[in-house]
């Protein structure tokens, strides 16, 4: 382990006999922590070799054994955001358009939520099914959205939870290695990555968040997967929910065709290329599909079915979810513009009232959570609620509400009505930096086409 690390260290790429003995140290523990975090700093401060990074996500792919072929046709991945809510509203779109979706979840861990602790927010719902079960399942209704097995993988898990604590995340090619391998494990042959970008992801630049998604890219493209990567804003919570119920009854208001733009619009493309990929139609065709489906109760209606597949109590989704009791606004002083959102810090205010966890085995407030309704730019008069925070008690809101405070930069922009559009244009500018100010928050696409 010694020379691996060496060499890592020095720029020197490892064989693939090495390469294997690394991943093998991962799964079986017989490499020990200090060795195997060494290793990661030296892959994280000297990078790897494509050669290295294609060989390293097959060995961790197939760390549980050989992948076998998905059920589903089409899979989706996001990199990790605050009140993304998405693979609620997409799996139930896309399979109603005739594409099955078998999506292995994941929970959250740290400022970002996850899909599995969302869903168990509806009561009954199942997230363990035996294969048979998931098979049953996506036979009769084309889809089924399960716990991530523990042999899916299971090299990436020592290796996230290394990453975590020895300040190696955000690394392009060790993220590219840890989404990749999970989702050629899945076994998918089409797969969408939703790459996010901005304060409150792991990448914030465009620059790197585009060399990250190129390189997921082409890993799927050397393993013979066609994958398309979306790089979208997370320079703002997606929508306005950040929790778990909460973002369940967001969620079916984007699947009755409502619910925030951002949300719908970025649903609309991710399915759209889903679909297209899933059927082999265009975007655009796709697109027209996915908008009438949401329009037109398609989607919601294979949401429910869905839901009672797996066990969940639809006639509590059919209505909100139960939210906490002691709810309290942040209110504009005087008329001002949203300058920035620390999304970053907002993820913490949701994780601080509960909604979240610190390490893997805490346990979540499915009740708790935010309202985030300021977006960069969004001009407030004096009284207008920016968001609202859910909480267990008084102090507990008191506490949350005083932190989206200080995470929404708001300015001034007293006396400047009648010219508030210039105003506004112009902070906003200033505010987005290098992300591009646009309705949409879908930022780029990038395709193995591009490559
Ligand atoms: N999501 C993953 O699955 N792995 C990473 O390393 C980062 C985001």
């Given at each position: ?128 099914l035996t294969k048979e079960e998931i098979a049953a399942q996506v036979a009769h209704l084309g889809i089924a959205v399960v716990t991530q097995t523990d042999e899916l993988a299971p090299a990436d898990k020592r290796m996230y939870a290394l ?289």
């Amino acid at each position: 382990m010694i020379d691996l690390i060496e060499k890592t260290r020095d720029g020197v790429a490892l064989t693939s006999d090495e390469v294997r003995r690394l991943v093998q140290g991962f799964t079986d523990g017989s490499i020990p922590d200090y060795q195997l975090a060494a290793w990661l700093m030296a892959a994280y401060l000297k990078g790897l070799s494509d050669d290295e990074v294609y060989l390293l996500t097959d060995v961790v792919a197939t760390s549980g054994g050989p992948t076998t072929s998905s059920l589903g046709v089409v899979d989706k991945h996001s990199t990790g955001g605050v009140g993304d809510k998405t693979t609620l509203i997409l799996a139930p779109l896309v399979s109603c358009l005739g594409v099955p979706v078998a999506k292995m979840s994941g929970r959250g861990l740290g400022h970002t939520g996850g899909t599995l602790d969302k869903l168990e927010s509806i009561p009954g719902y199942r997230i363990y099914l035996t294969k048979e079960e998931i098979a049953a399942q996506v036979a009769h209704l084309g889809i089924a959205v399960v716990t991530q097995t523990d042999e899916l993988a299971p090299a990436d898990k020592r290796m996230y939870a290394l990453r975590d604590v020895t300040a190696t995340v955000d690394s392009i090619p060790l993220i590219a290695i840890s989404v990749m391998s999970k989702k050629l494990a899945a076994g998918s042959p089409n797969i969408v990555l939703d790459v996010k970008v901005g304060n409150g992801a792991f990448m914030s630049s465009l620059p790197r968040a585009k060399e990250l998604a190129r390189m997921m890219v082409r890993i799927g493209k050397h393993h013979g997967r066609n994958v398309r990567a979306l790089l979208t804003r997370m320079d703002q919570p997606l929508g306005f929910a950040i929790g778990n119920a909460i973002e369940v009854n967001e969620a079916r208001q984007c699947l009755q065709g409502g619910g925030p733009v951002d949300l719908r619009e970025e649903v609309i493309e991710l399915a759209s290329h889903m679909v297209s990929m899933g059927r082999g139609i265009t975007v655009d065709v796709a697109r027209r599909e996915v908008i009438d489906a949401l329009d037109q109760g398609r989607a919601w209606r294979q949401f429910e079915q869905w839901i009672a597949g797996q066990g969940g109590d639809v006639s509590a989704v059919v209505e909100d979810l139960p939210l906490a009791p002691y709810r309290l606004n942040l209110v504009a002083e005087r008329t001002s513009v949203v300058q920035s959102i620390n999304t970053y810090a907002i993820g913490n205010v949701a994780l601080h009232l509960g909604a979240g966890r610190h390490q893997l085995e805490d346990t979540i407030d499915p009740g708790v959570g935010l309202l985030c309704y300021a977006k960069v730019g969004q001009v407030y008069e004096r009284g207008d609620v920016i968001a609202t925070a859910f909480a267990r008690s008084e102090e507990m809101a008191r506490q949350a509400v005083e932190r989206l405070k200080a995470a929404i930069t708001l300015v001034d922009v007293r006396g400047v009505r009648d010219e508030r559009e210039m105003v506004v244009g112009d902070r906003m500018g200033q505010a987005m930096g290098s992300l591009r100010s646009s309705e949409s928050p879908v930022l780029d696409t990038i395709f193995s086409a591009d490559q």
